[in-house]
């Protein structure tokens, strides 16, 4: 099973917009509407920010949003903020009864 | 609260094994698997494997098959991971995560444990 596809970096200045793609395949993110999110900071264990393309657990901020379109997911961070800088993962259920993640993604709060 | 709390950092030579614990407070430990995953430093996360605490039951990745087994003991709501034949590879943060049966994300993790293979 191969890593989903994610851009190695995305980078924004605060109060901007930024979007992290995820891309696999239809055994995986086409198949399924299982896909979540994490955030990881340095050191830190990663923390769940949207699940089942699209729902917020109770805590995470409401600037964080997902989408899917076909085989790609999609996290949408908008109003930028320092505290937002971080390495972001994708993670899909698949097929075979695995989970595969992505590749991850460092945002930059310029 | 809910809570996943694993052993301690591990130094190990290649060939051996290495089992890291993961215990649970804050809920009962039969109604989610655990799931294990690791972090080679620098690198991404890779999904390993699950393990379904009310009945044992395992499901593996493909790459780790025939070299990780993965066992709990619920009277003491702790899961288990244990990796055999060790490679520089394998050093990596290896963390444990909940996952409710009927839902298919991790939440929360635990705090991982730094597994070290080296000569």
């Known amino acids: 099973q191969s890593a989903l596809t994610q851009p190695a970096s995305v980078s924004g200045s605060p109060g901007q917009s930024i979007t992290i793609s995820c891309t696999g395949t239809?055994?995986?993110?086409?198949?399924?509407?299982?896909v979540s999110w994490y955030q990881q900071h340095p050191g830190k264990a990663p923390k769940l920010m949207i699940y089942d393309v699209s729902n917020r657990p109770s805590g995470v901020s409401n600037r964080f949003s997902g989408s899917k379109s076909g085989n790609t997911a999609s996290l949408t961070i908008s109003g930028l903020q320092a505290e937002d800088e971080a390495d972001y993962y994708c993670s899909s259920y698949t097929s075979i009864s695995t989970y595969v993640f992505g590749t991850g993604t460092k945002v930059t709060v310029l | 609260q809910v809570q996943l709390v694993q052993s301690g950092a591990e130094v190990k030579k290649p060939g051996a094994s290495v089992k890291v614990s993961c215990k649970a407070s804050g809920y009962t430990f039969t109604d989610y698997y655990i799931h294990w995953v690791r972090q080679a430093p620098g690198q991404g996360l890779e999904w390993m494997g699950r393990?379904?605490?009310?009945?044992?039951?395992?499901n593996y990745a493909q790459n780790f098959q025939g070299r990780v087994t993965m066992t709990r003991d619920t009277s003491i709501s702790t899961a288990y991971m244990e990796l055999r034949r060790l490679t520089s590879d394998d050093t990596a943060v290896y963390y444990c995560?909940?996952?409710?049966?009927?839902?298919?994300?991790?939440?929360?993790w635990g705090q991982g444990t730094l597994v070290t293979v080296s000569s």
């Open positions: 393990i379904t605490p009310n009945n044992g039951g395992t």
């Open positions: 995560a909940r996952d409710n049966y009927a839902d298919y994300w991790f939440d929360p």
């Open positions: 239809s055994s995986d993110v086409g198949g399924y509407k299982y």
